[in-house]
């Protein structure tokens, strides 16, 4: 039985905007186990970020983690409800036992700083080193985990002299500085090329084994899920709709919206006219479709579908489907 | 050997003048001295050194930039060691001993004979005093006064740059970075410091402060000798302190505002950007992002304003003197010399006009100066500038 390291419980996160309040994340709860990878798949905008973010309280204003809870069990056993910490407890947290490497390696370093100086910063927040000039020194090995050529002389480079891939391992290596038992990685791969790409996984998945670490990883790529992940959960207008392993998503996809991701891939072996795609758009979480959140694009949607909210139902072990049909 | 590369495709490129090779002479040098306290400093930062030069060519392609450094510098300069160079001292009253003396015309000399007291004894003595610019009231030499008035000057610029811009800029970060209700309470605040003209605050401050300043300066006298080294006065001017300083708070407060808003602007666009979430994610304090990752990043436009406003301070403070508030006599001060033409004009114009043409030099050296050092510091600005550079190598090969 594999113990979770993260649980969480009926996560909640609004958005009080002008217009009115976004639902982004209404009652999701999933588990993340140890050592393993989890993807969460979704398309833009249906709360896969905001749900990451939320583990550690980094939501911003106008947004708001209404309600729920976020267990993280620590290697020691003791137990910590993530969203009840105060800013300088979670401050503790982030980047040391939760770190996250975000999607745009472009922009998620500063730009007036040497790459050295960011890794040793990270290092020295939380007290892994004396100052930073010692965590320059340590970063040199951190370059080198991450496979940049050159540690030496790279570390005194400046964001803008690095290229797309470089600044991604960059951004790994600050993750990976405090050895962090939770790495989340946000769309890792967005804004590189495809080659790029695949070594950018292939050094998340390495460095995760090296470390024994736990990964989650939020992406639209269904490729990626199969390639690195054991289990995924797919996420659908700000709820899970599905929860299982790798084989139970992609050969007995249950939910509808699975169903219709999995067949919007394109096939390379098979000749067809056009691309598939999911008939409608996102809805406006600002007034949610009532019941379930998918009916309206659903080609099963029946009159109970409009009405009830379905719950999240263990069809097999480890299998979890949100929709009426099971 | 990439080094002799570099630097062959930095003459080809740039057609160098005199004056781009004294300002890498300047840089070199500074780089070296840098070098002896932290190793391998210049090996590590060629690309800034590098950088830093190009500025340099920039700016020397500038000549309204390059007349407002060199007026600043000169204004600087005088503004350390004027009183020093002053020929009299600006508590030295001619008056007394000639009556002729007062309100001298520009050009004239005369004759003196002092008696003064001296370390518990009475000196006597005669000379020759010769004011190339005029005198005021008491005979005082206009020369030696604008000298001596460079100091008070200086002094309130600095610290009123120093002390307003830090202000408005911890108050702009914090309201930009946390918004929402912090952001409102610090905004409204300041629009309210806003909604009056700052001459008129500064005038309502400075008619009420004095006293206090002047009770605060009684009571503590390491305050007095701190306050008469630094404007290089005389101890018995002690007591004239309290209205000086009174200016100087009024312009503390006056000049704040506009850096608040503008830090917050810039903070608003910066903190959006992902390195700012990065650096939340990694664990690091609110005040490490904001000092240590924003600042940084916005400091640019700020910088050029608190250039343009060294010019903006003294014209603001000549102002208050002018009007009576501030600086009073004896104390040196190039407004309160004006004030006093004022009274006089136009028979002694050279009151009037020798204070107000140097004034009007300083304040537009450092316009130029800052003018120039926004073009240097605008990435695209600059890029525009170095692309001239690149063609005039090019006509210049073409001609040969």
């Given at each position: 039985m ?26 999701v709860?999933f588990?993340i186990?140890?050592?393993?990878t ?13 749900t ?18 976020v267990l993280y069990?620590?290697?020691d ?13 979670i401050?503790?947290i ?9 999607q ?11 790459v050295?100086?960011q ?7 939380h ?7 010692e965590?320059?020194?340590?970063a040199v ?10 540690p ?26 405090n ?8 769309e ?20 995760k084994r ?6 989650l990883?939020i992406?639209h ?9 054991q289990?995924?959960?797919v ?11 790798i084989?139970?998503?992609?050969h007995?996809p ?6 219709a991701?999995?067949?919007?891939v394109p096939?390379p ?6 691309l598939?795609s999911?008939?409608g758009?996102?809805p ?15 080609p ?5 579908c ?11 072990p480890g ?8 | 050997?990439?080094?002799k590369?570099?630097?062959?495709e ?20 500074f780089?070296?001295?840098i ?22 060519y920039?700016?020397n392609?500038?000549p309204?930039?390059?007349?407002g ?17 002053a020929?009299?001292?600006y508590d030295f009253?001619?008056?007394n ?15 003196l ?7 518990g004894?009475?000196?006597h ?27 008070t000057?200086?002094v ?8 307003g ?14 918004g929402?209700?912090v952001?409102e309470?610090i ?21 009420v ?10 009571a ?8 008469l ?13 309290g ?5 100087f708070?009024?312009?503390?407060i ?8 503008v ?15 990065a650096?939340?994610?990694v ?23 608190i ?9 603001t403070?000549?102002?208050l ?5 501030g600086?009073?006599?004896p104390?040196p001060?190039?407004?309160?010399l ?18 107000g043409?140097v004034?009007v030099t ?10 120039g ?15 001239k550079?690149?063609?005039k190598?090019k ?5 040969a």
């Amino acid at each position: 039985m594999p113990e979770p390291i993260i649980e969480i419980k009926n996560l909640r996160v609004y958005f009080y905007t002008y217009a009115g309040v976004v639902k982004a994340i209404e009652d999701v709860s999933f588990n993340i186990y140890r050592g393993e990878t989890l993807a969460l798949v979704g398309e833009t905008g249906c709360g896969k970020s905001v749900t990451s973010r939320a583990l550690t309280q980094l939501i911003e204003s106008p947004g708001r983690i209404v309600s729920g809870q976020v267990l993280y069990h620590r290697d020691d056993g003791s137990t910590v409800d993530l969203l009840k910490l105060n800013d300088e407890e979670i401050r503790e947290i982030r980047g040391n036992e939760i770190a996250y490497i975000f999607q745009d390696p472009h922009s998620s370093l500063d730009p007036l700083y040497t790459v050295g100086y960011q890794i040793g910063e990270a290092m020295e927040v939380h007290g892994k080193v004396k100052n930073i000039k010692e965590g320059i020194g340590r970063a040199v090995n951190i370059l080198r985990e991450v496979l940049i050529p050159d540690p030496e002389n790279r570390v005194r480079n400046y964001p803008h002299e690095l290229s797309g891939g470089m600044k991604q391992r960059v951004v790994i290596g600050i993750g990976i500085a405090n050895n962090p038992r939770l790495l989340i990685a946000d769309e890792p791969t967005t804004a590189l090329d495809v080659t790029v790409q695949a070594q950018i996984l292939e050094l998340i998945n390495e460095l995760k084994r090296k470390y024994n670490a736990t990964v989650l990883l939020i992406t639209h790529n269904l490729g990626v899920v199969a390639e690195t992940a054991q289990r995924v959960v797919v996420m659908y207008a700000g709820k899970v709709a599905e929860i299982g392993s790798i084989d139970q998503i992609f050969h007995n996809p249950l939910h509808p919206y699975t169903v219709a991701l999995l067949r919007a891939v394109p096939n390379p072996l098979k000749k067809i006219e056009k691309l598939e795609s999911i008939p409608g758009t996102v809805p406006n979480l600002i007034t949610p479709p009532k019941g379930c959140r998918f009916h309206p694009r659903c080609p099963f949607a029946e009159e109970r579908c409009r009405k009830e909210v379905p719950e999240l139902k263990e069809i097999e072990p480890g299998h979890w489907v949100a929709c009426h049909r099971y | 050997m990439s080094e002799k590369v570099e630097e062959l495709e930095a003459r080809e490129e740039y057609e160098m003048t005199i004056l781009d090779r004294v300002s890498d002479r300047i840089i070199d040098a500074f780089a070296s001295f840098i070098n002896i306290f932290k190793k391998d400093w210049r090996r590590r930062n060629q690309s800034k050194i590098k950088e830093w030069k190009l500025m340099a060519y920039a700016m020397n392609r500038s000549p309204p930039a390059l007349l407002g450094l060199f007026i600043v510098i000169i204004y600087i300069i005088l503004g350390i060691f004027g009183p020093y160079m002053a020929p009299w001292s600006y508590d030295f009253f001619p008056v007394n001993y000639n009556f002729s003396t007062q309100l001298a015309p520009p050009g004239s000399t005369y004759f003196l004979n002092v008696t003064t007291i001296e370390n518990g004894y009475i000196v006597h003595y005669t000379t020759n005093i010769h004011y190339l610019l005029g005198s005021d009231v008491y005979g005082r030499d206009v020369v030696s006064i604008l000298l001596a008035g460079a100091r008070t000057a200086f002094v309130l610029d600095i610290f009123i740059i120093l002390i307003g811009p830090t202000i408005g800029i911890i108050l702009g970060l914090i309201s930009g970075y946390y918004g929402g209700k912090v952001d409102e309470t610090i905004m409204r605040i300041t629009d309210m410091f806003l909604a009056f003209p700052g001459l008129i605050l500064a005038i309502a401050l400075s008619a009420v402060l004095p006293t206090r300043i002047q009770n605060f300066l009684n009571a503590h006298t390491w305050a007095q000798t701190l306050m008469l080294k630094l404007f290089a006065l005389h101890a018995r001017d002690v007591n004239n302190l309290g209205k000086l300083l009174a200016v100087f708070v009024a312009l503390v407060i006056v000049w704040w505002p506009g850096y608040a808003r503008v830090s917050r602007g810039s903070t608003l666009t910066e903190k959006e950007n992902l390195y700012v979430e990065a650096a939340r994610a990694v664990g690091l304090p609110t005040r490490t992002i904001l000092f240590r990752h924003i600042l940084p990043n916005i400091i640019g436009p700020i910088l050029v304003m608190i250039t343009m406003d060294f010019g903006g301070v003294i014209l603001t403070e000549a102002g208050l003197s002018f009007l009576g508030l501030g600086a009073v006599p004896p104390i040196p001060d190039w407004g309160n010399l004006i004030n006093q033409g004022s009274q006089y004009f136009p028979q002694a114009w050279w009151l009037v006009a020798f204070p107000g043409i140097v004034i009007v030099t300083v304040v537009l050296g450092w316009n130029l100066l800052g003018d120039g050092l926004r073009d240097v510091l605008d990435p695209r600005t600059r890029r525009s500038l170095e692309f001239k550079l690149k063609k005039k190598s090019k006509g210049g090969e073409s001609s040969a």
